[in-house]
């Protein structure tokens, strides 16, 4: 991967949702069109009222999470602009503080947490109102509209 100041960073919200699969391949689509680098980011933190179980690491968690979403955004071919990190914190506080160095976020509109049937999650919703960068956020199956028609962009998301 090329790492240097000049070359766009499109930094990826991701908690293994489908939403987070679609950020990741949409993310993809238009690093390829700016020839940018992607920067997968997960973020954990121990829940608020926590108790120690014994062979459980929210990190793990986050990084398994970040890997199965990897692999079904990409398959096993990860593209070589692709960089992965999982970050402790709050999701929404990470990502702000990352976007700081990105050109670009993109995020799904949903993840795992909040309400069925939302519109728009609360990381999406926080991150939209105080990144550093653009923001893109995008729905299970909207990645066909950012560069044009695959098909499997075209295939109806599952609901």
């Given at each position: 991967?090329?790492?240097?100041?000049?070359?766009?960073?499109?930094?990826v919200g991701v908690d293994g949702s489908d939403h987070s699969v679609a950020?990741?391949?949409?993310?993809?689509?238009?690093?390829?069109?700016?020839?940018?680098?992607?920067?997968?980011?997960?973020a954990w933190e121990y829940p608020t009222m926590f108790y120690p179980v014994p062979d459980w690491s929210?990190?793990?968690d986050a990084a398994k999470a970040l890997d199965a979403a990897l692999e079904q955004a990409f398959g096993t071919d990860l593209p070589a602009n692709l960089e992965r990190e999982v970050l402790c914190?709050?999701?929404?506080?990470?990502?702000?503080?990352q976007s700081k160095d990105a050109d670009m976020l993109v995020l799904g509109s949903?993840?795992?947490g909040g309400f069925t049937g939302m519109l728009l999650?609360?990381?999406s919703a926080a991150c939209a109102?105080?990144?550093?960068?653009?923001?893109?956020?995008?729905?299970?199956?909207?990645t066909s509209k950012i560069t044009g028609s695959?098909?499997?962009?075209?295939?109806p998301a599952a609901r």
């Open positions: 991967m090329e790492n240097n100041l000049t070359t766009p960073r499109i930094l950020a990741l391949r949409g993310a993809s689509r238009i690093a390829a069109a700016m020839h940018a680098n992607i920067r997968a980011v997960s929210p990190k793990d914190g709050n999701a929404p506080k990470v990502l702000i503080e949903r993840g795992h999650g609360s990381v109102q105080h990144a550093h960068c653009p923001v893109l956020i995008l729905h299970r199956g909207d695959t098909a499997e962009a075209d295939a």
